[in-house]
């Protein structure tokens, strides 16, 4: 079995042995993993993760050092976090979408990364990862501050801010999905923190769930599974994702939800992916702890189908490289059958 | 408490900043704590007591809330501009020393560290509680934060730190502040941090929401 079928078999709440797994790095993280080893390293083969990302969160240009512009001309400085980075400036102060131009989505350097991804892991599960889909790419746009006031304040604005963003994204999935190879689309949408939602229930339902049903639409309509990234204490929007019809949820943050419990509630609606602390256990555990929470997810939450082992983001570059070796060794090397 | 009194309390409860805003929409076209501030003034209410018993009191009322996850983040922002919009009215009382603020509160998000949306929300609770709050700011470092010590006799400082990268530069900065400042007080949160972390470095006080920091800060000046 390729690990695409591995991954779809686990998304799709069938067992598989052995459980399929994603091990993704920050920059600072992988250069502090490779000097460990001593050597070169690459994610996806030596990590020998089950899915491959291809990102709109690549591809930017350098305006600047240190300063990238992303896809809606928006100019990210880098010089403190070099993965993701920070907006420089808001390119909208007012709640007006006057002079503001949303990007044609007819040529995009994702769609080189969908084409060299394809010829290089043919066997892979093959994500289009949309970095900033929705609230995040409106709070990129507008800040964050000024999006959850005008929620309130100019609602007629931020829906129409929020539909041209879909209207990008659906055009977006749809030429990706013509290149071909795609087996999914993943959202990435932080609407939690650690306590809690960040603009709760009723607005993210008023503003955000009937677009992402939309674009969970388009998705379909292309045959693709669909991820929803969402960090935080989020597990009040699970029933609503199960609904827009989301297949696999990510990072599943130990530290906010008991994985377990919401595991066996939603299992067979909803497969998860995640759930190693990156909190606590990777960065301060053991060699012991983080064995024991990896094995842990494989035997409770891996033997039943519906989940994919991960940690509960791309690793941070506090984690001793042991504790990412351990790690490793346990999901590349399941002996164990259920 | 005078009528007036609660209701500027409401206004800032509910986010209602002055009777254009149509926010909350149930209370289109009434007065907002912009007008009724100005007002209570007018009819010779203290400035002291408006803050302190009324936009005060509404502050700490969606603090409360904020912490029960009753409300979420927008809604605080609304009640932090109806209180902001209402401070304008009492700030040549500040300046004369009529109406005196609880003290100064010194925050930043800590050195490495980016995230400003938690930092915001406690400075805001703060500051709508009756302190002079200043906010240095995400990535800073401890020398910044020892020299606006300095520049403020009497501080008190607030650390948040989002990341367990940057939580450990809390230690660091604890130790500066306190060695320029014994007697200044720090406060640390953020996602990582716990009370166990708290007592490890040695923080004086460490809570999970904003209203925590409000108690503890007033609890030192009651
Ligand atoms: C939004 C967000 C971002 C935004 C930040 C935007 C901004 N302007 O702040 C962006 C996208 C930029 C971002 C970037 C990154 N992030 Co981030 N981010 C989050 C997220 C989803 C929510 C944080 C938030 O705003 N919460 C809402 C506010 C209201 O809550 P809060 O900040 O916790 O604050 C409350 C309390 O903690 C408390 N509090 C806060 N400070 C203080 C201070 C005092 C004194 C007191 C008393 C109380 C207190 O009161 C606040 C109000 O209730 C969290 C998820 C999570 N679980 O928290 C991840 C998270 C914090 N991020 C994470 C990571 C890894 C990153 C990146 C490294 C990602 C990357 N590059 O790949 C970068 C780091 C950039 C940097 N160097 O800082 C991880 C951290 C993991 C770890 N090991 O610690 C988290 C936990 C996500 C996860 N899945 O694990 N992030």
Redesign the pocket.
Known sequence: MTKKESFIKAITFRKCFPVPYVIRF?IEAEERYQSFLGGTFDEILDTGSYAVFSQTNSGWLEVRPGYFKDYFGITWNKT??R??G?VDRYPIDKPSLKGFQFPSADDLPVFKYIERNNSCFPDHFHFLSIGFTLF?RAWSIVG?ENLMQWMLLEPEFVHDLLDNIVEYNIKLIQESAKIGGLDGVRFGD?W????GL?IGGDLWREFIKPRLMRMCDAAKAENLYIGQHC???VESLIPDMIEVGIDVFD?F?P??MDIYDVFKSFNGKISFMGGLS??KTL?YGSIKEVSDASYKLLDELGSQGGYIFSP???L?G?IPPENIREMINIVRHQSKNF | MSEILEKIAYCVEFGKINQQSPYPPDMKGQLGADELTKEALDTGLAPEDILKKGLVIGMERIGIK?RENKVF?PQVLMSAKAMSTAIEHLKPFFQSGDVKRSGIFI?GTVA????????N??SMMVEGNGWEVVDLG?DVSADKFVNAIKDNPGSHV??????????INMEHILKEVKAASPETRV???????SEDFKNKIGAD??????Q??VEYLNSLVA
Do not use: R, W
């Open positions: 920050t403190k976090d993965t993701l920070i995040e964050m932080d939690a923190g650690q306590n960040l960090c935080g204490k990072p943050q530290e906010v990156i909190q960065p509960s983001h791309a941070t506090d | 904020f983040v925050i490495g560290d980016l995230h400003d949306i938690g930092k929300l406690v995400t607030g650390l948040s730190a989002l990341l367990t990268t940057t939580m406060l640390i949160g953020g996602a990582p941090v006080f460490y809570s999970p929401d904003p925590g920091a």
